[in-house]
């Protein structure tokens, strides 16, 4: 019995001193660098755009439900002479012509269907502010090269909107059955 307490009392303190190096950090964490000092800019609080903006940095989560159109037969706006911008891909062609805010599509190869996308911004007087979407169909059967048009009024830099800015923008991309392109058109709606 007497060698048994011996061991026992000899065990307590190298359980402690094991307890101890084992719940202790074996490193410590380097020390946090100063925080960077922020560096004051002048905001911009203009009724419209500066001289060649580019538009918004990003697209907004697109979890919204867009405004959606059946477009009605149309002719080539880019041969009226028009202030037409567009873009191609994917087997389509999207144009947005800014006088009268028309949204245009064609299909350029045979596929099942295409649509105009258009993610609409309203210049709030210091960046710009997503609004909605709009999307115009070619609708189910049209022929390769038979243009569809839809429109819709948006702000115009003529316009006060509701967030005291003038004028809007639209990033505008086709999309198709065979996909959406991430490339797309910024067009300031200046028409």
């Not at 048994?4 to 660098?33: C, H, I, M, N, S």
């Not at 500066?50 to 990003?58: A, I, R, S, V």
């Not at 947005?96 to 190869?109: A, L, Y």
């Amino acid at each position: 019995m007497d060698h048994l307490a011996r061991r026992r009392r000899l065990a307590a303190p190298g359980l402690a001193l094991v307890l101890t190096f084992t719940l202790t950090p074996a490193f410590t964490a380097p020390a946090q660098a100063a925080p960077a000092r922020a560096v004051l800019t002048q905001i911009l609080d203009d009724e419209t755009p500066p001289p060649g903006d580019t538009g918004p940095e990003g697209e907004p989560w697109a979890g919204d439900e867009p405004e959606v159109y059946i477009g009605v037969d149309g002719s080539d706006p880019r041969v009226a002479g028009a202030d037409v911008v567009c873009r191609g891909a994917n087997g389509a062609i999207a144009c947005f012509e800014k006088r009268g805010d028309v949204m245009w599509i064609v299909k350029t190869t045979p596929m099942s269907w295409a649509k105009a996308k258009a993610w609409v911004y309203a210049w709030d007087r210091v960046k710009w502010r997503y609004i909605k979407r709009i999307e115009c169909h070619a609708g189910p059967g049209i022929a390769v090269g038979q243009w569809k048009r839809c429109t819709r009024d948006i702000w115009e830099d003529n316009t006060l909107n509701p967030w005291g800015g003038r004028g809007s923008g639209v990033r505008l991309r086709p999309a198709t059955s065979f996909g959406e392109s991430s490339l797309y058109s910024w067009v300031r709606n200046d028409g």
